[in-house]
């Protein structure tokens, strides 16, 4: 953390990669800092605009093939991410953002397209979309409750030695071979698409105590009633 | 119009029978299924139904039902109307429409977005109208920028005159391969999907109504037509007072459309704009439904643009009841409610109910936005003092609602 104390949150392209509620994913990074008396401030950063070094936890979303593509050709030839990860800054790669730090991953016409290399892994366009709802038991060195969310996309994605699943999952696809997502150092990639960390606060909080240490605990009456509901309903139907 | 062949007579009939059982038995207002049938008998009953007919399409995001509607009012100027009315905006709620009114000469057909391409193809409509891309029900919805490249692949060699709203970037590009444009600066309030060139994935920059790109020469074109607050502006520079019963901007940018629409059509500014006043509502849109004195004025936002346009309408003075539903029509993801700016509803009475209450009341509580939670929408509406609230639902939702009342429209 800066002297100052304040968590700077950097959100990685949201005119490209912020299909579907990824906001969420700062706001509750946000109410979750704030809540705990730490003040936040949180930089857009347009894809136009070079990524800033300094800040403390990273999110980047997920978003189309075209703009996926934009994406990762722009953090390459920027390098702001990579330097702010390789001094220990946090980072939430989501769906198509996920992909993107790979080595490659399947372009609008399955095409490989070069990723930017930040976490090893590889995908490719699967066979078929996977839309639904994901449950997951994560890797029990995190210490974190069972994961859940919505998915919605048509990558494959394999783990290299250099990562660790983040989950396994219970329903739903994630990477395609039984496990959902990786993480590696302080960087979690997750096909959780958009709002991930709002039904895994606990998800938020590692990262926050990546940067903070030892944080808090907070009332998660209202996520947990989310939570349990989403739980029960989802794993009825299985 | 020619008359049908006797295959196509006898398959609308049987789907004009089928839709008229459906509504006596209460299943549905035979919209779909009258089609569905008609198709069945024959596949090529939209083509044959179409035939000889001036028809308008009319495609976007947000806004398709009220356009819809208000064109079909307007033209109704020359003649009798065929239309899908309830928003059945599939072929087969195409058929429906046509087979019901089959003599008439002209047609308002309200398209779904991903269907366009195949509707323009089968019916060879003279007239398509395209208000607005943005985010939808991501889980079975297309991504929009591929579906603003098929729209440009459909329109292109095409003698299509296309009507559409040149401040929204992606339908701009989705537009602009047709062979004739009229373009309307119609408004666009939702810009989160429209930072980036469709055209060449760079940055646009934007000054108050204009935008371009930074990098290629893709940039917002001169409109002919224009809303400018109350006011339209005709191609001649004519202002004319818009009036209209429905409430708020992104309705009075329809109804602009419907204005450049109706022209397109020959009908004049001065006699299609007495019809779009008459609408007051649109299947239970902007409706007030009344129960023991509480007065509930009926929004339906099925996405975050809808959401922005539904906040513009909701009086601030007043509590409101906000439901969320996630089956499939709605989209079995909530993931959107986290792109919609719910801090406006701090300091009023807001209270929540829907199948997916808990994903919202988490959404509010993020946003700080204090809040009653209800297991139901008669158990929200009792909880009002008598008078009035305003109602905000997504689509099932809002279906709910509107059968509790009769179905109102």
């Known amino acids: 953390m800066p002297s100052d104390s304040v968590l700077r949150i950097v959100w990685i392209y949201p005119d490209l990669l912020s299909t579907y509620g990824d906001q969420g994913n700062v706001l509750v990074l946000e109410q979750r800092a704030q809540r705990r008396g730490i003040q936040t401030e949180t930089i857009h950063v347009r894809s136009a605009d070079p990524v800033p070094e300094s800040g403390d936890i990273y999110l980047i979303g997920g978003g189309e093939d075209r703009p996926q593509i934009l994406a990762a050709e722009r953090l390459r030839r920027d390098g702001g991410l990579h330097r702010a990860v390789a001094s220990g800054a946090a980072l939430l790669a989501v769906c198509a953002g996920y992909q993107i730090m790979g080595s490659t991953f399947g372009g609008e016409e399955g095409q490989p397209v070069d990723g930017i290399g930040l976490l090893d892994i590889a995908s490719a366009r699967g066979p078929a979309r996977a839309v639904g709802e994901l449950v997951a038991e994560v890797d029990a060195t995190l210490n974190l409750p069972t994961l859940t969310g919505f998915e919605n996309h048509m990558g494959v994605t394999h783990l290299g030695p250099g990562v660790k699943p983040l989950s396994r999952t219970v329903k739903g696809v994630g990477n395609g071979d039984g496990f959902e997502g990786c993480y590696a150092g302080h960087v979690v990639g997750t096909y959780l698409h958009g709002p991930a960390l709002a039904r895994n606060p606990a998800l938020a909080d590692l990262l926050l105590s990546w940067r903070l240490g030892p944080l808090a605990p907070l009332d998660d009456s209202r996520y947990e009633a989310l939570r349990q509901e989403r739980l029960a309903t989802v794993l009825q139907q299985t | ?409």
């Open chain 2, 1 to 409: 119009m020619t008359q049908l062949p006797l295959r196509a007579q006898l398959a609308s009939a049987l789907g004009r029978s089928a839709a008229t059982l459906s509504r006596m038995t209460g299943r549905g207002d035979g919209s779909v299924i009258g089609g569905r049938v008609g198709l069945l008998l024959e596949p090529d009953l939209l083509r044959k139904l179409a035939h000889d007919r001036r028809l308008a399409l009319v495609s976007a995001t947000n806004g398709k039902t009220t356009t819809t509607r208000l064109i079909t009012s307007a033209l109704l100027e020359l003649g009798e109307v065929a239309t899908n009315a309830f928003g059945a905006n599939m072929p087969a709620g195409h058929v429906s429409a046509l087979a019901q009114h089959k003599t008439a000469p002209y047609g308002v057909l309200e398209v779904d977005e991903k269907y366009l391409p195949e509707v323009l193809d089968t019916t060879g409509a003279g007239v398509v109208c395209l208000m607005n891309l943005s985010r939808d029900q991501m889980d079975r919805a297309a991504e929009i920028w591929l579906l603003a490249q098929k729209w440009r692949r459909a329109l292109s060699g095409k003698p299509t005159h296309v009507i559409a709203n040149c401040d929204d970037p992606l339908v701009t590009w989705g537009a602009s391969t047709a062979a004739k444009v009229t373009w309307v600066a119609g408004g666009q309030r939702w810009k989160e999907d429209s930072w980036c060139c469709p055209e060449c994935g760079g940055p646009l920059d934007r000054k108050d109504a204009f935008w371009a790109c930074r990098e290629c020469t893709f940039h917002r074109p001169e409109p002919q037509w224009a809303l400018d607050d109350e006011m339209a502006v005709d191609p001649r520079g004519q202002r004319w007072l818009l009036d209209i019963q429905l409430p708020g901007l992104a309705n009075r940018s329809n109804a602009v459309m419907a204005l450049a629409v109706a022209e397109a059509f020959g009908v004049p500014v001065e006699r299609a704009l007495p019809h779009l006043r008459e609408v007051t509502s649109v299947a239970g849109r902007y409706t007030t439904v009344e129960r023991d004195g509480r007065h509930a004025r009926l929004l339906l936002a099925k996405n975050p643009a809808g959401w922005l346009e539904a906040f513009d309408v909701a009086d601030p003075q007043l509590p409101i009841i906000l439901s969320v539903n996630a089956q499939g029509p709605d989209g079995r993801d909530t993931s959107w409610l986290w792109d919609v700016d719910y801090r406006i509803l701090r300091g009023r009475p807001v209270f929540v109910t829907g199948e997916r209450r808990l994903d919202l009341a988490l959404r509010l509580d993020v946003a700080d936005v204090p809040f009653t939670l209800c297991n139901t929408f008669t158990e929200a509406l009792a909880m009002q003092s008598p008078g009035r609230v305003d109602v905000i639902a997504n689509y099932t939702a809002f279906q709910q609602i509107r059968s509790e009342f009769g179905r109102a429209v």
